[in-house]
Every structure is written in C-alpha cells, then in structure tokens.
C-alpha cells in the first residue's frame, strides 16, 4: 500500500450502534490520494472492539486499530490514536458522528494543496439529535478568524482536516493533558490553529455531528451544560492571555455569564440564578452594566409566575 496522504482519526468508545455508519462514510469516500482509516477504540465494554476488528480484518490495507489493554480516556485516546497516524493530513470523525459527502476529503485535499498556508479546513455540518430523531443544519455564519472564534466556535470537529506536522506542533505548545479542568480537546486544538495558522470553511455540508441526550459536551442537567460552557469560555480565556494580549476578555467573559444566566432563567431556583450573577459581577463588576443580568432576571421572575398560573 502506498503512504496515505490523509489519514481519518477516529476514537470510539461503546459506540457500538454507530459505528458501522461512521466507518462508511469513511470508506465510501471518492479520492485521487490514499486515504487510511485509524480507529482508536478504548477499551469499551459493548461491542465496539468487535466491529472494529471486523473493518480491519475485512480492509487491512485501509484500517489500522489502535487500542491498549486498559481504559485511557478520552484524551489520552485522542493522542494515542493521532501518534498512529501517517498522513500529511489528518481528518477527524468521531465513532458517533458520520460523514455523507463522498468528495468531503477530495475537496479539502484540494483547497490545502492549493494554498500551503492553511493549516486547517472545515465545512458545515448537520446536526442530528439522537432522542428527537430530528435533524437540522447548523448555523450558516461560520468563522475563521481568532478573535470571533474564541467567543463562539463554529468550527464541527467532524468536518475538519488539518495538516499533521501543526497538530503535533499543537500538543508540543499547548500540552492540553496539563489541563485537566478542560473538558474537550476540540476547541482548544481549533482555537490554537486560528491563532498560528489561516483557517477556511468551505459551504458545503459534507457530515453529520450527532448530539446524543448524554456525552461531555451535552447533557439534560441544566448544572452540567452550565459547567461545560464555563470550561468552553474558560479554555477561551487561556488563549486569549496567551495569543490575543487579552483583547477580548470582557467579550468571552460577557459570553460566559450569559450563558450560564441564560440557562438559569429557565432552570434553578432565582437564588441561584442571583448567586451565579452576583459571583460573575465580582470577577468583573464591567458586567453589572450589561443588560442580560437583570433582563434574564426579569424574564426568569415572569417564567416562573406563567409557570405557577398554569398549574
């Protein structure tokens, strides 16, 4: 087999129902390049080994597995799996997600073969919501610059290839298993390279980012989503002091307390909601001048009365 220009990183765990389908959009991807497929699979306890094994023994020029003996965790497994990769290019696609463009890596190829000052290229995605069986795009304003990234990343994992030799640069310079408190790699990774390298999203939607009811990034506790959006705005005030000069710390910090407050005027109680404001004013009293704490309050207060007369 020839060396493969692009190699598809994909970490899967007890992602034994999807499985099959995000491997096919692999395969059935039409290339003028060779194109090898790393599963990284850690260690899960359903059968996801099983199918992993099985594409492998049935495509071994084009499936390579990687795994270990134990459970590794996520990150761990993100790396591990990228360490096994031989492309100059490296796409991601996790176990759970899929691709359904059959020219998504083809175009890619193309706009970063043609430009070698891009480090990074994504398209748009579908969002597909597991519970729901509902599928919808996702927002057509998309970014690639740094300063508007780090308040809202509009960067679908999924959908990104990427130049090998900066990834690796990537974990050299950030080191992200230093920073336990993070809760996903993907931003950080994709925040690094709008900070030093070019960045494009092409139109086209090209996969399909499925949001299952309970995973790191999505929850129906209204506590989890909250902590996972401050360690979001968290991981993006680390850049921004580091590659910004601290620009746009007000931003990501208006963009965090939002959030959070935007969650708890529907959820929680409203001593909640004014301990959460209240901690965010301290750390930044620039904030007590915005409009969102007290009309999200105003709206949690008229929310709650609608609440108790319909009861």
Known sequence: MDAPLVSVLMTTYNHAPYLAQAVEGVLAQQTSFVVELVLGDDCSTDGTAAICRDYEARYPERIRLVTGPHNVGWRANYRRTFDACRGRYVAYCDGDDWWTD??????????????PALGMCYTRAMNYWQAEDRTEPDEEEHFTDFDRLLCRLTICNCTTLARR?????????????????????????????????????????????????????????????????????????????????????????????????????FEGSAGEYLARWGRDVWGCPRLLLTPEGAGLLVKKILFRRKKTQRK
């Not at 059959?102 to 430009?115: G, I």
């Not at 925040?191 to 139109?203: I, K, M």
Request: glycine share 2%; net charge positive; aromatic share 12%.
């Open 102 to 115: 059959p020219l998504k890596l083809q175009k890619q190829v193309e706009r970063m073969e043609a430009d």
């Open 165 to 265: 030799e900066l990834i690796a640069r990537y974990y050299d310079e950030v080191r992200p298993e230093e920073h336990p408190e993070w809760m996903t790699d993907d931003q950080p990774m994709w925040l690094w390279f709008a900070a030093r390298s070019r960045v494009c999203c092409l139109p086209e939607i090209t996969a399909v980012h499925r949001r299952l009811p309970v995973s790191v990034s999505h929850s129906t506790a209204y506590r989890r989503r909250i902590a996972f959006c401050d360690s979001l705005m968290d991981i993006s005030l680390w850049f921004d002091a580091r590659y910004g000069g601290r620009r746009n710390r007000f931003r990501i910090l208006r963009r965090r307390s939002s959030v959070a407050l935007w969650v708890l005027s």
